[in-house]
């Protein structure tokens, strides 16, 4: 049975019951609309703890002026229904006043990770992350929180601020969730015309395009350059970026010697999609 609380009393009301049974926890944090890889992380906090929390919280800090607060997708009771559905035992609805009384004046700034790819193209984003992510963790106090791998860079910021400010919590990344035709599912696809929809299939596959043509040993310049021509020409109407990057750090690579990521974020009419991939050996 799914219980819903919208304040941070009448959570830490029902964590205490479980916490004296001696349960685990886990944690699944989300800005809801949700889809089937957000029931993936849910799915694998069943798996690894007694209990599951969810929550959903649309969390102004991390949208800049110019982006998509006002109409993130918002739908409670669908939403309420899938994470019963999925076994969730407790959904957290806090609102912003909520989680910001009196507008809240600290912040987190998890250091140099906010500065590329995505924190370059959205100035302040991950220090709104960080801040809400540290919130909620201190609010629930899980054993372990999950993430979608699908924000790469999200996940290891969250993985930084966890280890720099001693957080005992086991943060686990949960693997893309994928459509038939390889996009990673996302709240934002809901924004795309079925003709957009179709046409951004192009990311993923230019991306394995990408990730073939680096492993065969090809110029890492000259292929990213060429791939974000490919996606252009496939009807994104910019590219953020395309880059290899290392995979712990997210430096730009220009040699294949560390483990390594394909970052990507691009325009399909005005819907900004993101994508990464692990560039490995098969
Ligand atoms: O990935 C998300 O949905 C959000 O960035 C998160 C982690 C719930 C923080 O608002």
């Known amino acids: ?3 819903v609380v919208n304040t941070v009393r009448d959570l830490r009301a029902a964590l205490l019951a479980w916490r004296e049974a001696g349960d685990t ?3 699944v944090p989300t800005m809801g609309a949700l889809h089937r890889g957000h029931i993936a992380l849910v799915e694998q906090a069943r798996k690894a703890t007694k209990r599951v929390v969810a929550s959903i919280f649309v969390n102004p800090l991390q949208f800049g002026p110019q982006e998509d607060l006002a109409k993130y997708p918002r739908q ?6 899938m994470l019963a559905d999925a076994g969730c035992d407790l959904l ?3 609102t912003p006043e909520e989680m910001y009384p009196n507008g809240a004046v600290t912040k987190i700034d998890p250091g140099p990770l906010t500065g590329m790819l995505e924190g370059a193209f ?5 220090t709104g992350v960080a801040t809400v992510v540290v919130k909620l963790l201190l609010q629930v106090m899980p054993d372990a929180a999950f993430f979608g791998e699908k924000d790469y860079q999200q996940l290891l910021v969250i993985r930084r601020i966890v280890q720099d400010l001693n957080i005992p919590v086991h943060i686990v990344g949960v693997p893309t969730v994928r459509d ?3 996009l990673a599912l996302s709240s934002r696809n809901a924004y795309l015309s079925p003709e ?11 991306m394995q395009e990408t990730i073939a043509h680096i492993l065969e040993g090809a110029d890492i310049e000259k292929t990213l350059k060429a791939g974000q021509e490919k996606l252009r020409q496939a009807g994104f109407s910019s590219v953020d970026y395309l880059e290899l990057a290392d995979a712990t750090g997210l430096s730009p690579l220009r040699a294949m010697n560390t483990p390594a990521r394909l970052l990507a974020a691009a325009r399909m009419g005005s819907t900004r999609l993101i994508d990464n991939m692990a560039v490995d050996r098969p």
């Open 1 to 3: 049975m799914l219980s």
């Open 25 to 27: 926890v886990g944690f």
């Open 76 to 81: 409670l009771e669908a939403d309420r229904k």
């Open 92 to 94: 957290f609805t806090p």
């Open 122 to 126: 959205r100035p302040g984003h991950f």
């Open 180 to 182: 038939t035709d390889g």
């Open 196 to 206: 957009d929809r179709q046409r951004a299939g192009a990311l993923p596959r230019v």
